[in-house]
């Protein structure tokens, strides 16, 4: 009798090791998912973040492109206006001349 209440010692000793040895791994698994959730929400925040500069990005580049556009369509207008002069001023010039002939 005495060995079987030995046994059964050893046995609820070995069974107490085991249960602690299992409630140090839960406890090591909670801070594992813990640290991976907080690290989930980190990333979270930088892709929230990159996220809205991307869209900032893509604001300006659109403002850019309508600015070059705009500023392509000024330099055309200019050169045109600047082409109606130039012949303009080629007229008046033969005018002239033609008058200075006369005189």
């Known amino acids: 009798?005495?060995?079987?209440?030995?046994?059964?010692?050893?046995?609820?000793?070995?069974?107490?090791?085991?249960?602690?040895?299992l409630r140090q791994r839960v406890e090591e698994a909670s801070e594992d998912l813990e640290k991976a959730r907080s690290e989930a929400l980190e990333m979270?925040?930088?892709?929230?973040?990159?996220?809205?500069?991307?869209?900032?990005?893509q604001v300006q580049l659109a403002t850019s492109d309508h600015n070059t556009r705009a500023l392509q369509q000024a330099i055309s207008a200019i050169?045109?206006?600047?082409?109606?002069?130039?012949?303009?001023?080629?007229s008046?010039?033969?005018?002239l001349q033609s008058c200075v002939v006369q005189l």
Not at 82 to 88: M, R
Not at 92 to 95: I, L, T
Request: no cysteine.
């Open 92 to 95: 008046e010039s033969k005018e």
């Open 79 to 90: 050169k045109k206006e600047a082409g109606v002069a130039e012949e303009h001023a080629g």
């Open 1 to 21: 009798l005495r060995q079987d209440v030995r046994q059964i010692e050893e046995r609820e000793d070995s069974a107490s090791q085991e249960r602690d040895m």
């Open 44 to 57: 979270s925040l930088v892709v929230a973040s990159l996220k809205t500069d991307l869209q900032e990005a």
